[in-house]
């Protein structure tokens, strides 16, 4: 579809958008939590890969054994967020 300016406008899938249940799938590496996924998806659209990523980079090197909404939260706080 072409725009007004004459750009062509079309909608691309983006994996940092989703539900929850989308969400699970994208997670795999280490097991979320529901209340931690509920967190995640305060996270605006456009950051919420970068965060996701940024929580299991944080989650492998404190060997956690589940990403909870506890460790998203610290993980938050410590980004300045």
């Known amino acids: 579809m072409m725009s007004g300016n004459g750009w062509e406008v079309t909608a691309t899938p983006n994996p940092a958008i989703g539900d929850e249940k989308e969400d699970r799938e994208m997670l795999s590496e280490c097991p979320w939590t529901e209340a931690a996924l509920a967190k995640l998806q305060n996270v605006p659209y456009f950051a919420r890969l970068q965060a996701r990523q940024r929580i299991e ?25």
């Not at 404190?62 to 506890?70: D, G, K, L, Y």
Request: aromatic letters at 0%; charged letters at 30%; hydrophobic letters at 35%.
């Open 57 to 81: 980079a944080v989650a492998r090197h404190e060997n956690c054994p589940e990403i909870t909404a506890e460790l998203v939260e610290r993980v938050r706080l410590e980004n300045g967020q």
